[in-house]
């Protein structure tokens, strides 16, 4: 293996200077402010703070609206994260195939990454609207359903649930595609010589080939929707009906914005960087050891 050689000893630490200068202004101090900020009641204008230590978590914790929002937020960020995986595999599966106009396909497939998190909510806002809505009008035409994500908390959530996924597929399709097009077309067609279904030839060659950018996905998937996705719930649900829809992260923007509460809104905060924290740490634990390098 070649080894480089700096000439100068500064210059490896003065390339990496910009990365640890924006890692320090834009995460390291934050964060630092968040936590410190949690130990303060303040006033709403910050003119007087006092110190008092974890009383700000022991209200948190004995909230149960807040208590209400983890469960919220676990069974959001679950769903936007299985819903948009899973259907970006299946798009990535047929767009890798050789077929006429294969290009055009992925390029439009592609597109939606591009709309801002607050068009993509209040476009499957208008989508699903009960009154004028094209989704609602097939519910209730085709099923008699009456769809009515104003007056139902678990509709609402729905809706945001797949506003969120659908903003994120084009992401996992990028990196899905390019994976399965780096598996080697020989272990495929050796197996499809040994008659192997199209199904089996998926589950035991390329599935397992593309476990190292299926778990790159998740993580980011689940920090995406964790965090994210605060623009889609505001531009749509506002937390409502009844804080249905109010997850950790809007929770916190309610709190400190709108209820000009510092204190808690730093705490809610650092409770919420250590679950993403801790959640990134379980799945580098215990998710990578089933990944094939």
Known sequence: MKRVVFRSWWLPYLLVAPQIAIT???????????????????DAFGFSRNFVWFENFEQLFSDAGYLRSFKTTLIFGLSVTFLSMSMALGLAV???RVIRSATAYRTFL???????????????????????????????????????????????????????AWKQISYNFLFFLAGLQSIPKSLIEAAAIDAASPARRFWTIVFPLLSPTT???LVVNLVYAFFDTFAIIHATTSGGPADATSILVYRVY???????????????????????????VIQFRFVERRVNY
Not at 24 to 42: D, H, K, N, T
Not at 127 to 147: C, H, K, Q, R, S
Not at 257 to 280: E, K, P, R, W
């Open 215 to 217: 778990f790159f996905l």
């Open 24 to 42: 320090l202004i834009f995460f390291i101090w934050p964060a630092y402010q968040a936590l410190e900020s949690s130990l303060y009641i303040e």
């Open 94 to 96: 047929a767009a890798n």
């Open 254 to 280: 309610n709190t400190g914005f709108v209820g000009q509460d510092y204190g808690s809104s730093a705490a809610q905060s650092v409770v919420l960087m250590a679950l993403v924290i801790g959640m990134t």
């Open 110 to 164: 592609i597109w939606p990454y591009a709309v801002a998190p607050a068009l993509a909510g209040v476009l499957w806002f208008f989508m699903m609207n009960p009154t004028l809505g094209i989704v609602a009008y097939w519910l209730e035409a085709m099923f008699g359903y009456d769809w009515n994500h104003y007056t139902s908390g678990s509709e609402a959530l729905i809706m945001v649930t797949i506003a969120a």
